[in-house]
């Protein structure tokens, strides 16, 4: 059998063969992941549902049709009707001095750009997007490659003017995402100009679904991280291997499949420091955690389920 030698190129291709592996392994930080993505969008039309109807009952639709219609005699001077996504709530509660306060929440249904990342992130891969590039790279001293691929995720979704790549002429995917959720309010466009009160019951509901939006950012990062604690092992001894063999090892050490055919013909390198089966080890998951986080997590979704149903 011919000895195939590494060079830098030849790394690089088995590296992304390594890292193609671990983002499709069904690893637990991937199921959290899907389980965040789907546990949003089971109840994000039951929470906008629950919303409009706090809005309506605030701000009855007779009293939104009279403003229309004083907008449409005096312009400008018959007042002021906002399509908005944002939601402002509060409910009274007791701080820890004993005193009555002011709980309050925002609800945004907008697609933020970190969330539409993690929500979206088989299809920007699929369109040869890094959805992981705020998290390679915002570490307080930004290089080019983060803002090339932030301008790339911008253009993507339309936060800039350019084409947002949703085949559609005159709408992005942004422009559909938000427009989805919006619910006709008086007054200006701030969201935070608009406190809608509720009692304690529905607020803990609303923030039960804002937590379940930003688990969606929260596991994508730690799926991240996952796929990064076990590429940075690998990086490090694939500089180190000699051989393609070498590597192939190691590939059959995790269970993975790699084929020389992934390679062309070249040269090179460095001696091997790493071997195969200890890191092999080193890269196992060890998925025996405690459960109580998730245990917490069922019971509140049953709530929440059991309140909005």
Known sequence: MTTIKLN?????????????????????????????????????????NLCHQIVRKHQPQDDVDTIKRMI?????????IYNDKCFNFQTPTINDEGE??????????GLTRDFACSYYDKELR??????????KWDNGKRNPSYYQAETEIEKYFGYRSESSGSGKENSTIKDDWDNGYKIEVIGSSYCGERQFKVDNETFEILNQFQI???????????LYDYIES???????ALKNYRTFEQ???????????????????????????????????LLADNDEEDNKADIIAQFKKGKLNQAIN
């Open 72 to 80: 449409s005699k005096y312009g400008s001077n018959g007042g002021d």
């Open 100 to 109: 009555a306060d002011t709980k309050s929440i925002n609800i945004d249904f």
């Open 8 to 48: 830098a190129e030849k790394r690089i291709q088995i590296g992304n063969q390594f890292e193609a592996f671990y983002r499709n392994k069904d690893s637990k930080a991937k199921k959290e992941w899907l389980n965040a993505i789907s546990n949003f969008d089971e109840h994000k039309d039951k929470i906008h």
């Open 212 to 222: 379940m939006q930003e688990k969606v950012v929260d596991t994508h990062k730690r």
């Open 230 to 236: 076990k590429m940075s092992h690998i990086r490090q």
């Open 247 to 281: 590597a192939k090892e190691l590939a059959d050490e995790v269970g993975m499949v790699l084929n020389d055919t992934i390679l062309e013909t070249g040269s090179s390198m460095a001696l091997s420091i790493y071997n195969p089966k200890a890191l092999a080890s």
């Open 126 to 135: 699929a369109n040869g997007k890094d959805p992981d590039y705020s998290n």
